[in-house]
């Protein structure tokens, strides 16, 4: 391992990183995180992913695995490593370029711990316990209400804050912990002078679709029941299976009938992984069935679906199982983001410590 990942002050001398860093400020910076929790699903690709991948191409993006998040709630370590490098893999294996964005591990930038203790002074016990995911987390895990839980916000704030990004891709359930970490950037700019840009959520709103899981209860997702969800990794033969069990009824009772959601979710994967022409063809068939002359036959579009949901996947499945197979490219990629990362953060930190007083060096 380089050096130069634990002395920021050299890396700036890096032409590479010197450039990283100029045509950082030619872009609004873009910054999201995700836990190595489970594994990427289809509603995280078409709900997240798929945006991110045309994201690298227009801002100045950084991705990064949120591992010192998930001791909150995951305080067994022992697979951490392995779930890091296959998020990395399969967010490469989505579409995204590590030659264009930081991809990197979030304990590898420690500055962003400095950085979430000086936030933690601007941060208060009575508005952190009222947050929504604290109160679920404690639902959830009674016998675990650790500190960290209680400061989430903070150390999402300080992710988001360490890079000055004023765009960050967030669904409904991170909006307040966005709005929290605008009111701490608000309150740090306020006591100690101008600092931070505040950050708002960002999304391509028009192109946002909410995936389903496959049983029609509530969207896709990784802890959910794992037969109802499409994981990025799974093989062609689970994914028929899961396809075929999808949830179904009898077929429209009149014709052109308001679709119930669980069959309005299988018109939406098929939009997204079919052809024009498929859609299309057992759309006419729903909108013309009726009591007693049901035309749609659910099983034959399951059956098309799957195979098309088959195509769609395998690609990913297999190119992330090839960065997996290849331990040493996965952890250049990821000393690499962290060398950018970590040019962005020390530039970010200087300016916080001189902000506060504590540059004695």
């Known amino acids: ?50 945006n991110y991948v045309r994201m690298q191409d227009e801002y ?31 967010n490469i294996a989505c579409g995204l370029d590590p030659e264009k964005v930081p991809l990197y591990v979030q304990s590898d930038v420690p500055e962003i711990a400095e950085l979430y203790l000086y936030l933690n002074m601007l941060a208060y016990k009575g508005e952190l316990e009222k947050t929504t995911t604290f109160k679920d987390k404690v639902r959830m895990q009674p016998e675990n209400v650790n500190a960290g839980l209680l400061t989430y916000p903070v150390l999402q704030a300080a992710d988001i804050l360490i890079h000055r990004a004023v765009k960050v891709p967030v669904g409904k359930d991170q909006e307040q912990n966005l709005e929290m970490a605008r009111n701490f950037a608000e309150r740090f700019n306020h ?6 840009p505040l950050p708002y959520a960002f999304n391509y709103n028009s192109e946002l679709v909410k995936i389903l899981g496959l049983d029609g209860n509530g ?18 033969e689970l994914i028929r299976k899961k396809v075929m069990k999808a949830k179904t009824d009898q077929g429209p009772l ?20 079919s052809t024009a022409d498929t859609v299309k063809k057992f759309e006419d068939d729903f909108n013309n069935s009726s009591e007693g002359n049901c035309i749609i036959r659910y099983g034959d579009m399951k059956k098309q679906l799957a195979e098309d949901m088959v195509n769609f996947i395998n690609p990913i499945r297999t190119k992330a199982a090839d960065l997996q197979a290849n331990k040493d490219l996965l952890l250049k990629i990821i000393h690499q983001g962290a060398d950018k990362a970590r040019a962005s ?17």
């Open 1 to 50: 391992v380089s050096q130069s990942r634990y002395y920021p002050k050299k890396m700036a001398k890096n032409g590479v990183l010197i450039h990283y860093l100029r045509t950082a400020m030619e872009k609004e910076i873009v910054l999201s995180g995700i836990r190595p929790t489970g594994f990427l699903h289809l509603g995280n690709y078409f709900g997240a992913m798929r």
């Open 254 to 273: 009149t014709p052109n009938s308001t679709k119930p959601d669980y069959i309005q979710n299988l018109f939406t994967l098929m939009s997204l992984v």
């Open 219 to 236: 969207k896709m997702g990784k802890s959910e029941n794992q037969m109802t969800t499409l994981f990025l990794a799974d093989d062609d």
């Open 191 to 196: 006591r100690y002078g101008e600092t931070f």
């Open 345 to 361: 953060a020390s530039s970010t930190l200087t300016a916080v410590r001189k902000a506060v007083g504590m540059n004695y060096l």
């Open 60 to 90: 100045n993006c950084c991705f990064f695995v949120a591992n010192w998040h998930s001791l909150t709630t995951h305080p067994d370590t022992k697979t951490l490593q392995q779930s890091v490098l296959r998020v990395v893999a399969e």
